[in-house]
């Protein structure tokens, strides 16, 4: 088996691919004129990985019957942890694996050492499988797929929450010496390995030039042009992403990522629900076609599409079929019934969402995100009372459990409605903001540490703030322009350019920008349009009720004015100001809009948030924006402009 198709294997199996990875060995053993133990080998582990116990033992005891020395070790471990999968686990079948297991670890061939390394890796037991590489090392330091699977799993132990800078800092090197070992064609999985590390502290250019080696040396290897996209996503190039996408949809019109990549697009970035949920579609077919099995790819599919769709009824039936599907197939999750019910919840079937949140909470007493969505749903049903009964449940237990943001939003929301405090709404929602940013700030803390750890520090040219790096303008649909991301000193995150918290995309906060305008000197504040004190650059978010705060006139509260508000007014800010300042964090409607400028939702918070910012021009302009969008697009022909064919 050529270190080529183990590359492909591996790339399947680590991203939990389980239906692909059989089908490259199938698609290997038709080629081949006697059949290839390994493949055989491989393809049952796709088999086990899939949930299909039975097919995988019977395929495992075949190969183990073929007497090949080299696969006797991973075979057996394969064989025992099918069996301890099992509903009815063989005890003595177990215990029998157990002890073999013990004795082929002791005297086991190099290749068999390798196989079974690769093999603990892909089934979550990295200690193990390190020990045997390192076994590996010790007869061949040079060994490249040995050093290459020390990277991979170095760069794990990176991404772990509780992973050390030290531990953060030292992935890396072994990709490098894997590399440094090839004899001439530079090795592929290794070069795999340094896209995705450089991916992983941020460091996006250097992943791309690792993956362009790639695709330059293995034409034919397209998981390189996938990761490709997903780093240019990552940096905001949306344009290269999806003209990548669509050159892997002309080789492979069914590929999974390429067609999710495509309906992100078409919803975050230009809005076309319609067209969208052509694409939603076309994906839940090549599903149907490439992974039926795999409830957990269904999940993860359906989720930031449903968050995407902008309560858009066609894309949210598509998404819901898709989380049913993986509730049928693994019906003992409960987050899986979890996201049915919140999707039922977009859609406005309170009583099905409450009915599906029922049988989810039968199905792990004490659930945390079956929770969350119960209170959400009693609140939007109007059950007060016993979403406040939930929450102090919550309260109680919150020493055993970290607090999320969708239960400091779930708090906001019932103080509005039930006590109609705007004072407790606003500091619950600033501590979803809070917690919230926590969650993203912890990857690209850790991405930025083994960053800085393995980069030398270089002088500013100029000095001051002449020579200080611009952070990156989000390419909207109100801003026609967009600059190019420089190498920021504060990675973004890979592949996630935002996450939801009330249905609507937020962006990520730059580490070094404040948090509110307390302590802000009056240099930085903003002093145009709407008076109240602001960071500098930024635009004031929304405020929860507009009838509570109404909009300035056009001409209050500017400097130099006779009552104004403004810098050295003297006077207290009014209720509406002091709620806007303690709103004013960068996850506000500003950002949201312009990192989904497709979603209207959030460009219209964001046309809201100007106006009662008293930033008119801008207000208007985002309104054009949205009007345009939601236009029907018109195409010109030799006899005029014909209008839109039904569907766009």
């Not at 598509?318 to 599907?325: H, I, W």
Request: hydrophobic residues 40%; proline residues 6%.
């Amino acid at each position: 088996m050529s270190a080529e198709v183990i590359a492909l294997v591996n790339y399947y199996a680590r991203n939990a691919f389980s239906r692909h990875v059989q089908t490259v060995c199938n698609e290997v053993l038709k080629k081949r004129a006697a059949p290839d133990a390994t493949l055989l080998f491989w393809r049952a582990f796709g088999m086990l990985q899939e949930g299909a116990l039975n097919e995988a033992i019977k395929e495992l005891q075949a190969v183990e019957a073929r007497g090949d020395a080299h696969l006797s070790l991973p075979v057996k471990l394969a064989l025992l942890h099918a069996h301890q999968q099992a509903r009815a686990i063989d005890e003595e079948e177990v215990a029998r694996l157990r002890g073999e297991v013990d004795l082929e670890e002791q005297n086991a061939p190099e290749r068999a050492r390798m196989t079974a390394a690769l093999l603990l890796w892909h089934l979550g037991d990295a200690p193990r499988a390190r020990m045997h590489a390192a076994r590996l090392l010790s007869l061949q330091p040079q060994s490249v797929p040995a050093l290459t699977l020390v990277g991979w799993l170095e760069l794990g132990e990176a991404a772990e929450p509780d992973a050390t800078a030290a531990a953060a800092a030292s992935g890396g090197s072994s990709f490098d010496e894997a590399l440094a070992a090839c004899a001439a064609k530079k090795d592929l999985e290794a070069l795999m390995g340094k896209a995705a590390l450089h991916a992983q502290r941020g460091q996006h250019r250097e992943a791309l030039e690792a993956l362009n080696q790639v695709i330059v040396l293995y034409a034919w290897f397209l998981p390189a042009l996938v990761e490709k996209f997903l780093v240019l996503v990552a940096t905001g190039d949306w344009e290269q992403a999806v003209e990548t996408a669509q050159r892997v949809l002309s080789q492979d019109a069914h590929n999974i990522e390429a067609l999710r990549l495509s309906a992100a697009f078409l919803l975050s970035q230009e809005g076309r629900c319609p067209l969208a949920a052509d694409r939603v579609s076309d994906l839940a077919a090549a599903l149907e076609r490439q992974e039926p099995q795999n409830a957990r790819l269904y999940y993860r599919v359906a989720r930031p599409l449903a968050r995407l769709a902008g309560r858009h009824a066609g894309v949210l039936q598509l998404t819901l079929s898709l989380v049913d599907r993986a509730c049928r197939l693994a019906p003992a999750r409960p987050e899986y019934a979890a996201e049915y019910a919140y999707q039922q919840m977009l859609l406005g079937d309170l009583a099905g969402a409450t009915t599906t949140l029922k049988r989810a909470a039968a199905l792990e007493e004490g659930s945390q995100e079956v929770l969350q969505r119960q209170i959400k749903c009693q609140i939007l049903a109007g059950q007060l009372d016993e979403a406040e009964t939930q929450l102090d449940f919550i309260a109680e237990i919150q020493a055993s459990i970290d607090r999320t943001p969708e239960m400091a939003l779930n708090a906001a929301a019932l103080a509005w409605h039930k006590r109609h405090s705007r004072e407790e709404a606003v500091a619950q929602l600033d501590e979803a903001v809070e917690l919230h940013m926590a969650q993203l700030g912890k990857a690209r803390a850790r991405a930025h540490r083994a960053a800085s750890n393995r980069r030398k520090p270089r002088p500013r040219p100029g000095g001051g703030a002449a020579g200080r790096r611009r952070r990156p303008r989000a390419w909207g649909m109100a801003h026609g322009a967009r600059e190019e991301p420089a190498a920021a000193t504060h990675p973004p995150p890979a592949r996630v350019a935002g996450a939801s918290l009330g249905g609507v995309l937020c962006a990520p906060q730059p580490r070094d920008a404040p948090r509110d305008c307390k302590g802000v000197p009056p240099a930085l504040r903003r002093r145009s349009g709407g008076g109240g004190p602001g960071v500098a650059g930024r635009r004031r978010p929304l405020e929860g009720d507009q009838a509570a705060h109404p909009p300035r006139r056009a001409g209050a509260g500017r400097r130099g004015e006779a009552g104004g508000a403004g810098e050295g007014g003297g006077g207290a800010p009014p209720p509406a100001a002091a709620a806007s300042r303690s709103l004013h964090h960068p996850v506000s409607a500003p950002f949201r809009g312009t990192q989904t400028p497709g979603l209207l939702e959030a460009q219209l918070l964001l046309a809201r948030s100007r106006y009662l910012g008293g930033e008119f021009d801008e207000a208007l302009r985002c309104c054009v924006a949205c009007a345009k969008a939601r236009a029907p697009r018109c195409a010109r022909t030799r006899d005029g402009w014909r209008p839109p064919s039904p569907g766009r």
